[in-house]
């Protein structure tokens, strides 16, 4: 990670694309409050999630629309979400960050949700306008959704709006100053990959490479299990690890157990080796 002119290494890494348009979005208000307490960051195009922090902290920032608009079943809409959050979980602590969330209006009666947009209060009254915007998901489904990035391995932030959730991306991201100022801490790291240094981190990227299993529950798996190869042939026991529940599970082993499928006019390359030939 750079420095800048005056040898600061950013403790916060924000994606370029957070910080455009006029509306002041949580990422807005959070590099507001980083500017207020002189924490460094700085913005580039990052490959994955939408915030990287220091010991492996990656955030993506969805709105109630956005999930809204996966469910709604566009073309790239499931594909790309997926896409995000397995890459997500590359990361030893992933966070995805709800906004607005918990201002929805919820009409199980009418299968749909309110996302409220705008609000006013009424002069010289106490009382508050609130306009909003009708979307025919049922909460239900919605409620899936969510629970679905729970299951794999990915902490959920819930905010109210936009101000709120910025104050719980600033609470995982800084946290307290004295956490802050512990030494030995790792600076966020842009990867699309993770380096494979030793045995270890090679057995762990290849357990985290199961649906639903971060580095974070790979290293739990290995630890409880004591090799790659007891953990897979005692898959149907990965329940006992916190946080890994039957649909997991169910992922890793149809992953496992599905045939390898060959497209059509794909052939496999092979290279004779001269020595042993």
């Known amino acids: 990670m750079q420095s800048d002119l005056f040898g600061n290494v950013p403790e916060i890494v924000i994606d ?29 195009k990052i490959p994955i999630g939408d915030i990287l922090g220091v010991d492996g902290i990656a955030i993506e920032r969805k709105t109630v629309s956005d999930l809204v608009n996966t469910l709604k079943g566009s073309a790239s809409g499931v594909p790309r979400l997926t896409k995000q959050l397995d890459a997500l979980v590359s990361y030893d602590k992933p966070y995805v960050l709800i906004e607005n969330i918990l201002a929805i209006r919820r009409d199980p009666v009418k299968s749909c949700i309110y996302i409220p947009f705008s609000t006013k209060q009424t002069k010289g009254k106490p009382y508050y306008v609130t306009m909003e915007r009708a979307s025919f998901i049922h909460p239900n489904s919605l409620d899936a959704l969510i629970d679905s990035i729970g ?24 946290g307290e100053e004295a956490k802050r100022e512990q030494k030995g801490q790792r600076l966020p790291v842009i990867r699309t990959r993770k380096g494979l240094d ?10 985290a490479g199961f649906p639903g299993i971060n580095v974070v529950r790979a290293k739990s798996i290995l630890e409880h299990f004591g090799s790659p190869q007891e ?24 992953l496992l157990y599905s045939d390898y499928e060959v497209a059509e006019g794909e052939t496999s390359e092979t290279n004779d080796d001269p020595v042993n030939s």
């Open 16 to 44: 370029v694309h957070e910080t455009g348009g006029k509306r002041k979005n949580a990422v807005k208000h959070l590099m507001s409050m980083l500017d207020k307490e002189q924490i460094t960051y700085s913005v580039q």
């Open 198 to 207: 030793s045995m270890n981190d090679e057995q762990e990227f290849f357990i």
């Open 231 to 254: 953990a897979i042939l005692q898959i149907d026991d990965w329940g006992k690890i916190p946080g890994i529940g039957p649909k997991t599970i169910a992922s890793a082993k149809k």
């Open 151 to 174: 299951e794999r391995g990915i902490t959920i932030l819930k905010g109210f709006n936009a101000l709120h959730s910025a104050g719980l991306l600033y609470g995982v991201l800084v």
